[in-house]
């Protein structure tokens, strides 16, 4: 039985990074100077989080990612490797992602909309290497597939859901303009909503114990104790928080170090070459 993922996740995490991806953790990027970090900058960087989402959803549901006219604008711009259209086992299972998908789209279209001529291009992002290097760090397996069937496609969603709620929630202390503010916040309820859904057909299909080892990832990439799996001692742990049932929240730089799997970019990551915009 696999320990329960809250009371053991750094020191379990901690070493399945040390075993099978040596100095993942060793080569941090730099943090951003908070004083500095401005309204635009954070709506781009939740606009690469976006990019990423959308591009993992619509490839789930469609077999083919975003338009060229979602992903233009400043920086480099990326091509994506991987992701294909996913088997659902049933109707049911395909509508559920359709509409996730939909909705990660209509946020990339949103923020792309309130940034205008400011908003970044879309980066390059892995859906293959990516995965497999987490799939190994969390003590997966070798190689993991988030495409091959519905549970598979869940798990991966969980990667992304529960960090996209962190996210919001710590960015919006850096947000001056209450209108982005509002919006962001708004942004986050959706992503809680997607992640509560994520969270709930986890543990209804038996796949508590690794949903509680990809917590264990995030939370040693992290470099805090701000994640908890499905299950929190023997119960079932559909709202993660803290001791007050607060969500947790994470820095920029927290953020970073979970897409990036612990380091600067360098291959490893679901951003390969990094994201564009000043919080990279």
Known sequence: MVPNPMRRRGMLA??????????????????????????VDILNFALNLEYLEAEFYLRAVTGEGLA?????????PGSVIGGRRVAFANRRARAFAEEIAQDELNHVRFLRAALGDRAVAAPSIDLTGSFNAAAQAAGLGDTFDPFADGQSFL????????????????????????????AAASILAVEAYHAGQIRTRLLLQGLDEQAGL???????????????????????????????????????????????????????????????????
Not at 26 to 36: E, K, N, S
Not at 156 to 182: C, M, P, R, S
Request: charge should be negative; avoid cysteine; glycine fraction near 14%.
């Open 14 to 39: 901690s070493a399945m990074l040390g075993a099978t991806l040596p100095g993942l953790l060793a080569a941090r990027p730099a943090a951003a100077d908070p004083a500095a970090i401005t309204d």
């Open 68 to 76: 060229p006219a979602d992903t233009g604008g400043l920086g480099t």
């Open 155 to 182: 798990l991966g969603a969980f990667v992304f859901e529960d960090v996209g709620v962190t996210a919001y929630a710590g960015a919006a202390a850096f947000i001056q303009n209450k209108g982005y503010l509002t």
């Open 214 to 280: 990809i917590s264990a990832l995030r939370a040693a990439a992290s470099g805090t104790a701000d994640d908890q799996g499905v299950r929190l001692d023997g119960r079932p742990n559909i709202v993660p928080g803290d001791t007050n049932l607060l969500a947790f929240t994470r820095m920029p730089q927290q953020v970073l170090n979970i897409v990036y799997l612990g380091g600067a970019p360098a291959g490893n990551g679901f951003f390969p070459n990094g994201l564009n915009g000043s919080i990279a």
